[in-house]
């Protein structure tokens, strides 16, 4: 089962850009279907984006469409989350997740899971 560990995250103001990142390890992230997700405070987790483990199809919510960009690094075996045109509605910590699944936008869907890393986007 492959590990996940996401890094990257801090704390920016609206209008900044943070990438994001979630190491994998024990298996290649090119064997996956590679998603990120985000929990803020007393909501629940939702989908930002996915990739399909060929990399040829991607997804992203419309909240953070033409905002937010995943992509994916077989060499270093991660995948990455750029944010640019912060908001403060896109606070929230952020969560790394793999499925065997070809293309998967819902948490359930989803096996593995990184501890998060937390995005704090000031006004």
Known sequence: QVQLVESGGGLVQAGDSLRLSCAASGRTVSTYTMGWFRQAPGKEREFVAAMSYSGFSTSHADSVKGRF????????NTVYLQMNSLKPEDTAVYYCAATTKFIAT??????????????????
Do not use: L
């Not at 960009?69 to 270093?76: E, P, V």
């Not at 501890?115 to 000031?122: C, F, I, K, L, N």
């Open 69 to 76: 960009t995943i992509s994916r690094d077989n060499a270093k």
């Open 106 to 123: 819902v948490r359930t869907d989803f096996g593995s899971w990184g501890q998060g890393t937390q995005v704090t986007v000031s006004s």
